[in-house]
């Protein structure tokens, strides 16, 4: 599902059923972690492996950063997602791409309180108005799951946090598509700052599956 929305440029896996296979530098990790968070953590892992493994690179282990940003092989850029029933990552060359973010929800309704902390002001209209035509979709979880994957593009460039209100999102939902407009400078790209992205969604088998990619 989340190659569909991913360039030719990015090596995507996923998975739906656990598999726990670590080195052990990543099982340290998660020594202490509950069964739960090492299915997930080792399952992402394998996906990587295999993503990575269609880029030419050999088995690594992906350790994590102070952040608990997954760490790459050199000249490697990548995301990883889990979420119930759900387990993916996706790599590219760094020659290609210069990051990428991607996510996965279940296709539900947000707990009752969260939107008014992800959604900025003039995104609420937006959703009513999205909701309204497009009624089969949860809108609130794709702004949601589409932030995230904003982040994960954001923070390996800019090494710093950036709030679910540091960015207003509008979706074309003929196209599957989104823009995004930054409010937090500190994405600079070929030295130049970056303000604007795009990225891509799509909505089935009961996930929301987003993607943000800045090629070149």
Known sequence: MI??????????VER????????????????RAVDKRRREFATARWCARKALADLGHPAVPILRGPKNEPLWPEGVVGALTHCDGYRAAAVARAAAVTSLG??????????????????????????????????????DKVLFSAKESVYKVWFPLARRWLDFQDATL??????????????????????????????????????VVTAVVIEG
């Open 3 to 12: 190659e569909g929305i991913l360039p030719s440029s990015v090596a995507s």
């Open 16 to 31: 739906r059923t656990d598999i726990d296979d670590l080195f052990p530098e990543e099982a340290e990790l998660v020594a």
């Open 102 to 139: 991607i996510d996965a929800e279940p296709h539900e309704e947000l707990p009752p309180g969260t939107l008014k902390m992800i959604a900025r002001p003039e995104e609420i209209p937006m959703l009513a108005a999205l909701a309204s035509q497009h009624p089969e979709t949860h809108w």
């Open 170 to 207: 509008r979706f074309d939902p003929p196209a599957q598509t989104f823009d995004v407009e930054l409010h937090q400078p500190g994405l600079v790209v070929g030295g130049e700052p970056l303000m604007r992205l795009s990225g891509r969604y799509a909505v089935g088998e009961g996930l």
